[in-house]
Each structure stands twice: as structure tokens, then as C-alpha cells.
């Protein structure tokens, strides 16, 4: 599969075979792996208010996609005071796999109350009707970050509150920038001076970047060129932009002059391992990252720097977010709507920040989250210049083909990717 285009017949009857499953009863964060769990009755608890638990009565069943632990004990608390102070009973299961989870619910009729929906399933659980479209009812409905609004957009209704956020920035290590002869002044901001860095760093068996060459990484350059898959408004594909070719070859030169190579090609699983490990000296990767280095790597002296931009002085980043959605059958609209807006209210996003390292969704908490935790600045400043997933009702496969395609990059023709995620995107908005 990989340098090739995936044959359409196999995209279409994968993406009808989805919406045929979804669609029988009529109804991720892929930055977020899921965790195993039992379920957990929250329908007393402790703890202070933190929203407004107005509807009462009813029971939800809420299923999330947790990184671990600290996320699942934290919705834990978080649904129990909601539960104590609205009346409303809250069982709490953590799912092994979501989408599969959520696709046999939606396909037996008995699918949870609330759960997490990623962007790439977003669109195509909206399209089948398996989602109540509620977000315009909240009342922070306008303080969420526009583009995290756009992510859960479907034909002009906002459906459901994005839970938190996540963008990339520049990870680098502060030693081996300064054994580079290295100062603040050099941290790059430009393409050209990115390159130049990156050059500097690289002492074998050290690289000056590592980065994994997967759309969810290779798509901020994409938007640092000025361009990206799909125009903003979603019905344009572009993918084949000249502009995004040229993007990808220049992650190309990257890795041709020596300076960029794959986590696996350093024996990581992952770019942060390989940048915790002190195998290279520099990543682009989420806030995730930052708790993996305080918890496996905590020695290693690091900062963290806004992304370049690219060669028209385009800056560009991505977000990662999951929104709480509530099924469009639910004996409890208004209570799963309450709870919705409890989980997004502006103490407890910051409790979850201090819980399991995420950023607040919304705006009002930017300030406070800032005091709290002011090395993040540039994850929280890059929202303003960020992207989401392609809302397209079946992208799922497309985008799963445009990261086998990836794989191959150090070797494959940018050209060649790109036209077919073109075609394969243009199948999908066609249906």
C-alpha cells in the first residue's frame, strides 16, 4: 500500500460497511489510547461543585477513551460530585476499544448515555444520526476555541463540547543545545533556520530531529506552507496542493542531509522515547510528552518552543481533542447535557489539567491555566494557528491509508501520496 493509492473500491466498501453498522439503530482521541476498566457507580460521591448540575434524576452511563489511570480516577471524581450535587446517578467505564464499543451499542440500540467521540468518527456518527446535536444549548457554548468548535461542526451545528485540547510544539534538549554552541536566539523560526539547527545537533549516533511519520505529525508542515488537506470551510480538497508537495519534500531534505530520522530507525517506539532516551535532540510532539519525561525521563533537561514557520511566514500546528457526545437515544437529553456542561466547566477543566495533563477547552481558563502551569505557553498559544482532523463522514480509512503512504516517506514520492489521498478524499465527501 505504501507510495500507492488505496484502490477506491476498498475505501468505499470499508466507509459503507461503518455506516451500515452505525446506521442500523440509527445512530477518539486518536492522540488518546484506550484503557482497561471495570465500570464505576458514581451515583454518590464528594468533592466541590464545579458547574451547574441543574437537570436531576435519571442515570447516565458514560463511556470514555482513557490514557491511564489519572484520566479514568479523575472523570471518576469529576462524575461523582456531579452525581451527589445533581441527583443524577453516573456509572463510569472505561472502554478497552471505543469505537469498536461504540459501534455495537449503536448497532443493539443500547449505547451509552455519554462517551468520547474523536474527530475522525465525529462526522460519520453525525451523518448516521447517532449523536444529539446539543452544543449550541450550553451556556459556554461560545467560550470553547473556535477551531476546536469547527472540529465538532456538522452541517452548521455544533454538536457536542469539546472535553480538552492538545496541540505540538518543539521539544528540545537543553544540552545538547548548548554543547552546539547553541543560545534562546537560536531557536528556530523559519524552515531555513529549522534545517540549519537541526544540521548543527547532529552528532552521530545522535540525530537533530525525530520526528513519526504520521499525518498527525506531518500535517503541520502541511499547514506551515500554507496549505492543508481540505479547505477551512471542509468542502475543498486539497490535498494535492502544489504547496503541500513541497511541504513533504522538505521533510525529505530532512532526512536526506542526515538530520531527521523515525523513531524506529533509533529503535523507539515512539519520537518521545527516542527524545527521552537522548537519541535525538529534538521532537515535535503534544503535552503527553511532558509527563512521559517527568515520569521515565527525569533527568533530561528539556524546553519546549513554538513550531517554526514555514517559508511565506505561515504558522501552523494541529489539534487533538475529544468531545463529550451524547447519544441522539437517550432517555436523559437534559441530563446528559448537564453533565456535559459540568465536565467543561472552567474549575474542573483545570482540575483535569492538574490530573492527567491536558489543556482546558475553553477560553476563560487560559489565564488560570497559564499561572498554573507557564511552560505551556506554547501548546495554548498554538491553538490560535491550529487545525483539527478533517471532518468527513468516513475519513477514518482515508486518513488510516494516508499514514500507510507515510510510512514510506523517506523513499516514497510526495507527489504520488498526496494524489491519491486527493482522490480518496473526494470520494469520501462524495459519499
Not at 124 to 153: I, V
Not at 267 to 277: Q, R, S
Request: aromatic fraction near 8%; hydrophobic fraction near 40%; include cysteine.
Amino acid at each position: 500500500m505504501h507510495g500507492t493509492r488505496l484502490r477506491r473500491t476498498a475505501i468505499a466498501l470499508t466507509g459503507l460497511a461503518t455506516l451500515l453498522i452505525v446506521a442500523a439503530c440509527g445512530g477518539a482521541d486518536s492522540s488518546t489510547p484506550a484503557a482497561g476498566g471495570g465500570a464505576t457507580s458514581a451515583a454518590e460521591g464528594s468533592g466541590d461543585s464545579t458547574g451547574s448540575a441543574s437537570a436531576g434524576g435519571g442515570e447516565l452511563a458514560v463511556l470514555i477513551g482513557s490514557s491511564g489511570p489519572p484520566e479514568t480516577a479523575a472523570v471518576e471524581a469529576a462524575s461523582a460530585a456531579f452525581a451527589k450535587e445533581s441527583g443524577t446517578a453516573v456509572t463510569v467505564t472505561a472502554a478497552q476499544d471505543l469505537p469498536q464499543q461504540l459501534a455495537q451499542g449503536f448497532a443493539s440500540g443500547q449505547s451509552p448515555d455519554v462517551f468520547y467521540v474523536s474527530g475522525d468518527n465525529f462526522a460519520t456518527y453525525a451523518k448516521a444520526g447517532n449523536l444529539l446535536a446539543y452544543g449550541d444549548q450550553l451556556s459556554n457554548a461560545d467560550d470553547f476555541y473556535p477551531a476546536l468548535k469547527a472540529q465538532f461542526t456538522y452541517e452548521d451545528q455544533f454538536y457536542c463540547a469539546p472535553k480538552d485540547m492538545s496541540t505540538l510544539a518543539l521539544f528540545i534538549n537543553t544540552d545538547m543545545w548548548t554543547a552546539a554552541g547553541l543560545t534562546d536566539a537560536d531557536i528556530p523560526k523559519n524552515w531555513d533556520e529549522f534545517s540549519a539547527v537541526a544540521q548543527k545537533l547532529t552528532k552521530p549516533p545522535v540525530v537533530g530531529l525525530t520526528v513519526a511519520p504520521t499525518r498527525d505529525r506531518m500535517n503541520v508542515f502541511l499547514l506551515q506552507n500554507g496549505s492543508f488537506l481540505v479547505s477551512e470551510d471542509g468542502k475543498t480538497v486539497t490535498a494535492n496542493d502544489p504547496k503541500n508537495v513541497e511541504a513533504l519534500k522538505y521533510v525529505q531534505s530532512l532526512y536526506k542531509d542526515g538530520s531527521l530520522k523515525f523513531p524506529a530507525e533509533l529503535g523507539a517506539g515512539w519520537a518521545g522515547e527516542a527524545f527521552g532516551k537522548q537519541l535525538a535532540a529534538m521532537t515535535i510532539e503534544g503535552p503527553w510528552l511532558l509527563g512521559a519525561m517527568a515520569k521515565d525521563y527525569p533527568t533530561v533537561k528539556f524546553t519546549v518552543a513554538p513550531l517554526p514557520a514555514g517559508p511565506n511566514g505561515d504558522q501552523g500546528t494541529l489539534a487533538f481533542t475529544n468531545c463529550w457526545g451524547v447519544s441522539a437515544t437517550t432517555k436523559y437529553p437534559e441530563q446528559a447535557k448537564a453533565y456535559a456542561e459540568y465536565m467543561t466547566a472552567k474549575e474542573q477543566q483545570l482540575e483535569f489539567a492538574k490530573a492527567f495533563g491536558v489543556i482546558p477547552s475553553i477560553e476563560s481558563a487560559k489565564a488560570d491555566y497559564l499561572a498554573e502551569f507557564p511552560d505551556n505557553q506554547a501548546f495554548v498559544d498554538g491553538i490560535a494557528n491550529a487545525r483539527g482532523v478533517v471532518g468527513i463522514a468516513g475519513i477514518a480509512d482515508v486518513l488510516a491509508d494516508f499514514d500507510a503512504q507515510l510510512d514510506g516517506l523517506a523513499k516514497a514520492d510526495p507527489q504520488a501520496i498526496l494524489d491519491s489521498v486527493q482522490q480518496n478524499l473526494t470520494d469520501a465527501i462524495g459519499g
